[in-house]
């Protein structure tokens, strides 16, 4: 199947020459085979003009089924959060969990995002519920407790491993995820280490979130959360770090020479009071950074513009410098940076030979006008139900309002029923 999408807008978050006009992008099977001015022949054509096209948002931090506990658990700081969630979590079943997965799948596809980063239990179901929907994912299993308990988890997560990394070219992959130093012994966390060396996967953590976490880990074992992990063999894994709101001067030195990613996650840092991640810092010092929703009970959804605009305002107003992070970065950040955290070198731009994760936007809607800078458009001024077309490895998901691979009414309800039946004192 080859589809034309002709006389578009594109921003194709690359450096250079980012957004292009009256331009026209083949999808051919799974790929991206043109972007260019010349007309080609497709088996379907559609029309885009006054629509951008972009590649899909990739989501680097969430808990997909969390959605569950949207709006549960407001207004908390985040250790009272958690010990909130924590006994809802623990009455979750495979079912429960995958009514959570469906809802978050639908919200991502009708939002823009084509891709995420996953941490959290029962991934097998995750992981199916994905492969029916169509997403890209990668997927781990959040790993918490001492080299006793935690191993049938980290068992889990090899399992996860061997049955879908690298499932479809890439569609699905595994890394493997310690939650935190804080729920993890250290016997634990090396042999976490060891098994995801072994594997040639990355790793995923939660990495100085919040100044208790960081302080508590120096008292506890004389050096910061980046350090702990560092002499634990974490960073020689492609680490994967959520957070990172409290590095310091040498942690992001470590972060940077150790080529590691730092998720940041706007919404939640706020929302939790969690504090000011030093984006800026972080990359002028070279560190790749990519944006995340984490949880929806912590934000509380999964819409990956809103973390644009507030990646992009945040720390203007913060740091009391309008000129940090450009909407251009914002976009990058949400789109290729992810890409390159996941070990995706052909994902996150409208590129010849990229995979086809795409969406459309229509820009026929008063915000869109006139159009000046459409980088700035889409960031400061535009909204994700403007998303009218999301396409994953050049199948078509969603389309003007209807969903392609999942039935909205059911999974609502299903949802539903699940947040019910976990709230139920029986
Ligand atoms: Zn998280």
Not at 61 to 66: E, R, S
Not at 189 to 212: F, G
Not at 411 to 426: H, I, P, Y
Request: proline fraction near 3%.
């Amino acid at each position: 199947m080859s589809i034309l999408f002709k006389n578009a807008t594109v921003i194709a978050a690359q450096d250079g020459n980012s957004v292009l006009y009256n331009t026209n992008v083949l999808i051919d099977q799974n790929k991206i085979a043109y972007v260019g001015k010349e007309d080609k022949q497709a088996d379907r054509v559609i029309d885009a003009s006054n629509k951008l096209i972009m590649p899909g948002f990739i989501n680097t931090h969430t808990h997909v089924p969390m959605v569950l506990f949207r709006s549960y658990a407001d207004d908390m700081v985040l250790f009272d959060w958690l010990s909130t969630i924590w006994p809802l979590e623990e009455k979750m079943d495979a079912e429960i969990i995958t009514a959570g997965a469906m809802l978050a799948y639908a919200e991502m596809i009708r939002t823009g995002t084509t891709c995420f980063l996953d941490m959290y239990n029962f991934e097998e179901e995750i992981a199916q519920a994905c492969v029916e929907v169509g997403l890209r994912g990668v997927l781990s299993r959040g790993l918490v407790g001492d080299v006793k308990d935690g191993m049938p988890k980290l068992q889990e997560n090899i399992d996860l491993f061997n049955k879908w990394n690298g499932y479809k070219d890439g569609l699905i992959k595994v890394a493997f995820a310690p939650h935190a130093e804080y729920t993890s012994t250290k016997e634990f966390i090396a042999q976490c280490v060891k098994t995801t060396k072994e594997l040639n996967s990355p790793m995923h953590i939660h990495i100085s979130e919040t100044k208790k976490e960081h302080e508590e880990c120096i008292e506890r074992h004389g050096k910061t959360p980046v350090q702990y992990f560092n002499d634990l063999g974490a960073l020689d894994t492609g680490l994967l770090a959520a957070h990172c709101v409290y590095v310091t001067e040498e942690d992001m030195d470590i972060l940077a020479q150790k080529k590691a990613t730092v998720m940041h996650n706007p919404a939640s840092n706020l929302k939790l009071a969690s504090g000011f991640a030093p984006v800026q810092k972080m990359m002028e010092k070279g560190i790749n950074i990519s944006l995340g929703t984490d949880g929806a009970s912590s934000n509380n959804n999964l819409d990956m513009h809103k973390e644009i605009l507030l990646a992009s305002i945040m720390h203007k107003g913060y740091s009391g410098d309008p000129t940090l992070l450009s909407p251009s970065q914002a976009l990058k950040m949400a789109t290729v940076n992810g890409a390159k955290a996941l070990g995706y070198d052909n994902l996150g731009m409208i590129k010849e030979g990229y995979k086809a994760d795409v969406i459309m936007i229509d820009l026929d809607k008063p915000r869109y006008y006139p159009r000046n800078n459409i980088e700035s458009l889409i960031v400061y001024a535009g909204n994700s139900d403007d998303v009218c077309l999301t396409m994953v490895d050049g199948e078509i998901l969603y389309e003007n309002g209807n969903y392609n691979t999942l039935d909205i009414d059911k999974v609502n309800k299903a949802a539903q029923q699940a947040l019910d039946k976990l709230t139920s004192k029986s």
